[in-house]
């Protein structure tokens, strides 16, 4: 009984979810955007306005900026690197059949079930810190003079926590593609004389790359938003040697209370997410075709 | 090129023992065929031999050189697997090169082979296509090419037309002994279709449960098998078999006869009995005869006019009776 008057009662039906939630994503966006053009500081009550593209100026011109910009390359780019590759060389060890084998899986997935904070806090304290580290100590055992992480390679160290943390999730994800290879497959390259590393390379690894680009899609989204690793950890610094674009709209409008200023960052983020989300598509993208 | 020997070869997987010492001799360009009910260590047979598979015992001779501890690569096999296992992100053309490839053969004289290859399989117009484009013929087809650009001592065959539908299969069993043909390498074939066996093979290794139980031409299997099993398993419909006091008639604990060597009539014979079933299929008639010697299978011509519920005179040809004593091997 699809007559007109149902099909527009379960439009009427279904519109106040649709609405809510087209709000929920407009509403915010809209006012980001509105402020963006609006002088509009916490510590300079009364002196608001229009302003134009001035908060866009002084963000894109600050000299922070583009080390953010590059930062935030290098933390995404360094991360999906160590865990698309450290992934498949777990997925390929985890899928030995070895004794005990469920145990080392939930252990290897262990650190996703961490949150951000805390585990940020854990490599800080116990494995960074040049006195009560675990690396400081070993560097003495050795009797060399402990590394300052976090002071001297603040951004590769936060590259590695965050890629701790999304290792488990590349592996589990690689090692469900590697166990769905039919290994007539590999029989047959074996009997067509391939190598072990010839197998890997024109046999596994084309198999892996589907599996492998819906990691770096998910990743790279979530790895943009990287903020609390950082916050906790560095705090941005030394300098700005740690700032993500991410962090650094954070500074504008929270610590500098420029609320104009970062709405003008958030909406330059939004833009740059969308530059790298489409240029992921064109290169890999192709991938996920059937 | 292209004679294998197994000397004693047992496999076990852990304690169960799936292949009992077992000795077989492959002769240079014969056409060997494995064949019995699954699970009776065919597939494993042919996956020791192409090295898939470490034996637990014994020893693999290929061309008179042992080859037993040899990586598959190195014994010149060439092996075609039941789902074909091609490789699903490379064109035809890149499957059927990828032997020469990691063999690395100057790529001109790879191309060449190639499209000799593919001339040889009708695949010239499919190279560049994907194998998920392809249809399980030309599946098939392509798998095979991927073996014959090897130049092979033998070919391994681990059934290879299971996946194909009824008509297609008969075609690809013909391609297959046509290429035997023209090739005169040596294939071993693994199936458990006695009707593929018996058209293809030059020699039918029969087996069950990892045991040889009998090894000949399919002549010499149809017409004295060895024991009640190859009796049974070779000939379709299957072999009629009648115990008691009929046997003891012949000196015998079991007898056996062919539906085809048993005259049936309306009117008059031997044994009487009562049709359950009849099928009609034109050129021939079968029968399912009860009778006080049990179920007996009959095969009739064409115009044979019995049908379900009718009574039948069954008359067995005496001098094509089998004899098996209370072992159950031929006397």
């Known amino acids: 009984m699809s007559t007109q008057a149902s099909r527009s009662a379960a439009r009427l039906m279904i519109s106040p979810s649709v609405i809510l939630l ?125 590394y300052d992480y976090l002071a001297h390679a603040p951004l590769l160290s936060i590259t590695i926590i965050v890629a701790w943390q999304w ?10 593609a590697l166990q769905s290879l039919d290994s007539e497959q590999l029989e047959a390259a074996e009997m067509d004389g391939a190598s072990i590393w010839s197998r890997f390379i024109y046999i596994m690894v084309p198999h892996l790359s589907r599996a492998a680009t819906v990691v770096i899609l998910i990743q790279t989204i979530f790895l943009l938003s990287t903020f609390a690793e950082i916050l906790v950890t560095t705090n941005g610094g030394p300098g700005n040697a740690s700032t993500t674009l991410t962090y650094l709209v954070y500074v504008q409008s929270l610590l500098q209370f420029d609320v104009g200023g970062g709405a003008a960052g958030g909406v330059v983020a939004v833009i740059l997410a969308n530059i790298v989300a489409i240029f992921l598509m064109r290169m890999i993208g192709k991938n996920l075709e059937a | 090129m292209g004679q294998i020997e197994l000397k004693g070869v047992t496999k076990r997987f852990g304690d169960v023992e799936v292949i009992p010492p077992l000795d077989l001799m492959i002769d240079e360009g014969e056409f060997v065929v494995f064949v019995g009910p699954s699970g009776c260590g065919k597939s494993t047979l042919l996956r020791l031999i192409a090295g898939l598979e470490d034996v637990s015992g014994g020893h693999i001779e290929i061309d008179g050189a042992d080859a037993t501890d040899l990586p598959p690569a190195k014994r010149s096999l060439a092996m075609v697997f039941q789902s074909y296992a091609l490789y699903p992100h490379m064109s035809v053309r890149k499957n059927i090169a990828f032997p020469l490839k990691m063999a690395k053969i100057d790529p001109a004289v790879a191309k060449e082979k190639v499209e000799n290859a593919a001339r040889v399989l009708n695949l010239g117009d499919y190279l560049e296509r994907r194998p998920g484009q392809l249809s399980g013929g030309q599946r098939q087809r392509v798998a095979i090419g991927r073996a014959i650009v ?47 066996a018996m058209t293809m093979a030059d020699k039918i290794v029969v087996l069950r449960a990892g045991h040889i139980e009998q090894v000949g031409s399919p002549l010499e299997l149809y017409r004295s098998p060895r024991n009640l099993f190859v009796a049974g398993f070779i000939g379709s419909p299957k072999m009629n078999f009648i115990e008691g006091a009929e046997a003891a008639k012949h000196d015998a604990h079991t007898i056996g006869i062919r539906p085809e060597h048993t005259l049936v009539s309306a009117t008059e014979g031997r044994w009487k009995g009562k049709v359950t079933v009849s099928e009609h299929l034109g050129s021939d008639t079968f029968l399912h005869v009860e009778t006080e ?29 089998h004899r098996f004593d209370a072992q159950g091997m031929a006397i």
């Open chain 2, 293 to 321: 010697h049990g179920l007996i299978n009959v095969r009739g011509d064409g115009e044979v006019s019995l049908h379900a519920g009718d009574t039948a005179y069954l008359s067995p040809d005496e001098s094509q009776l």
């Open chain 1, 167 to 176: 290792l488990p999730f590349a592996t589990l994800i690689l090692l469900t």
């Open chain 2, 150 to 196: 090897r130049e092979p001592a033998a070919f391994l065959f681990d059934e290879p037309l299971s996946n194909l539908d009824a008509a297609l299969r008969v075609n690809m069993r013909l391609e297959i002994s046509e290429l035997h043909q023209k090739l005169k390498t040596t294939m071993v074939y693994v199936t458990h279709d006695q009707v593929e």
């Open chain 1, 22 to 146: 087209f709000l929920w994503m407009a509403v915010p966006l809209g006012m980001t955007i509105w402020f963006s053009f609006q002088r509009y500081n916490l510590l300079m009550p009364g002196q608001t306005g229009f302003v134009g593209f001035q908060n866009y100026e002084y963000f894109l011109t600050d000299p922070a900026f583009f080390t953010a910009l590059w930062n935030t390359l290098a933390l995404v780019g360094g991360v999906l690197l160590i865990t698309v590759i450290g992934g498949m060389l777990l997925a390929l060890l985890l899928d030995q059949p070895v004794f005990g084998q469920g145990i080392v899986r939930i252990l290897v997935i262990a650190p996703f079930f961490v949150m951000p904070t805390v585990s940020a806090l854990v490599w800080k304290n116990m494995f960074y810190n040049p006195v009560n580290g675990i690396f400081g100590y070993i560097s003495e055992f050795f009797g060399f003079q402990p």
